[in-house]
């Protein structure tokens, strides 16, 4: 039975000279959540694995 692979979101924030993870989710909307209370400087990068293939 194949799986999906999960989507992950990290949440980053710039902090001179270097972008800091702040947060590593699989729950897009926390993720989202939390960049809008930080405010400035924030990313929210979304990583999916690709399936592997036999």
């Known amino acids: 039975?194949?799986?999906?692979?999960?989507?992950?979101?990290v949440v980053r924030v710039?902090?001179?000279?270097h972008w800091r993870t702040v947060l590593t989710t699989n729950?897009?909307?926390k993720?989202?959540?939390l960049a809008k209370e930080i405010?400035?400087?924030v990313r929210v990068d979304t990583i999916t694995p690709k399936p592997e293939e036999r």
């Open 1 to 9: 039975m194949p799986e999906t692979p999960a989507t992950t979101y």
């Open 31 to 33: 993720a989202l959540a």
């Open 14 to 17: 710039f902090e001179k000279p």
């Open 39 to 41: 405010g400035d400087k």
């Open 27 to 29: 729950d897009k909307t």
